[in-house]
């Protein structure tokens, strides 16, 4: 069975700085795909980015990037330029690709809850 | 265009009552996904629907919960006989077709007194 692991249940960093976020994750699939999601106070799960394991190219979006190391089975998410708004928990998922069949559902860590300071 | 959308926002109920939770997935988008987020967990699946037909409902913790898609649009998940432990927040995303990327709704935080 698939499992993701966050080893980190609290981060914090300062306004306009860079922050690391860890993710480990453990799998016989070669094809698959892996998520960061946004949970801010509101509630609201938010995508942040998504990296199919087959692109060797790390994925971007803006001031969020991967750095994907399918060997080690490790996808961590790194924010530039850190913002207030960036306040969040910070989950990491994975899901089985299109020809696993009927198993579509995200298989999810425990999060990180990372706070920005002024 | 509108999002995932989820009603009630919160819900407080009774042991042993039955409650419904709504969700109404965005437009075009055919798979529909339930999962439970306890506090301070990440998200547990529940169900998934592929269309009408619940293509997998292992996540279902027990017969207590039951989940419908109609017309393969809004879905409604319905749990008899609440108790306690089913306080959560109860998150729908939908996706187009098998597309990859799951789109959430805002929750619905069920407390069950």
């Known amino acids: 069975a698939q499992t993701v692991t966050q080893s980190q249940p609290e981060m914090s960093v300062q306004e306009a700085e860079t922050v690391t976020l860890s993710c480990t994750y453990d799998t016989s699939e070669n094809n698959y795909y892996l998520f960061w999601y946004k949970q801010p106070p509101s509630r609201q799960m938010i995508l942040v980015i998504r990296q199919e394991a087959y692109k060797q190219q790390n994925a971007t979006e803006n001031r969020f990037s991967v750095n994907f190391q399918k060997a080690a089975k490790s996808f961590s998410l790194k924010i530039s330029d850190s913002q207030l708004g960036d306040t969040a928990m910070y989950f990491c998922a994975f899901m089985r690709p299109p020809n696993a069949g009927n198993n579509r559902k995200l298989i999810w860590g425990l999060g990180t809850s990372l706070a920005v300071n002024p | 265009g509108a999002g995932v959308s989820q009603t009630p926002s919160n819900k407080v109920t009774e042991k042993g009552k039955y409650v419904e939770l709504r969700c109404d997935p965005i437009?075009?988008?055919?798979?529909l996904y339930w999962y439970r987020q306890s506090l301070g967990q990440g998200p547990e699946f529940l169900i998934y629907?592929?269309?009408?037909?619940?293509?997998?409902d292992s996540g279902l913790p027990n017969d207590r919960f039951f989940a419908v898609r109609p017309e393969g649009s809004v879905s409604t998940l319905k749990i008899q006989r609440t108790e306690r432990g089913d306080s959560a927040v109860y998150l729908c995303?939908?996706?187009?077709?098998?597309?990859?990327?799951?789109?959430f709704g805002p929750g619905t935080r069920l407390l069950v007194l």
């Open positions: 995303a939908s996706s187009l077709n098998l597309g990859t990327t799951q789109y």
């Open positions: 437009s075009g988008h055919t798979a």
């Open positions: 629907f592929q269309g009408t037909g619940a293509a997998d």
